[in-house]
Nanobody, 112 residues
Framework: QVQLVESGGGLVQPGGSLRLSCAAS????????MGWYRQAPGKQREFVAH???????NYADSVKGRFTISRDNAKNTVYLQMNSLKPEDTAVYYC??????WGQGTQVTVSS
């Protein structure tokens, strides 16, 4: 049974930082491209970033230079360091192995 548990979300002021974590189980974690996605109210889920099995990263233009994705295969965990947060980053954030499975997500709210 695949489980994805996202954590680290919360309320932060504009310009602040958060670090999201996603712990995976039930998959051979090191074999998957791991991605972060987000869904804002009233909008479709969108790609944020992904990291390949070799550690190559790719980012949406909207977060490039502010967000950093990383992975720890020994801990079956993928991270998303989010800096210089903006109100438009407010969304539920999800991690996913190759867009095959989804967790419950973690809420990120950027507001003063």
């Amino acid at each position: 049974q695949v489980q994805l548990v996202e954590s680290g979300g919360g309320l932060v002021q504009p310009g602040g930082s958060l670090r999201l974590s996603c712990a995976a189980s039930g998959i051979i974690f090191s074999s998957f491209v791991m991605g972060w996605y987000r869904q804002a109210p009233g909008k479709q889920r969108e790609f944020v970033a992904h990291i390949t099995t070799r550690g190559t990263t790719n980012y949406a233009d909207s977060v490039k230079g502010r967000f950093t994705i990383s992975r720890d295969n020994a801990k079956n965990t993928v991270y998303l360091q989010m800096n210089s947060l903006k109100p438009e980053d407010t969304a539920v954030y999800y991690c996913s192995p190759s867009s095959l499975y989804w967790g419950q997500g973690t809420q990120v709210t950027v507001s003063s």
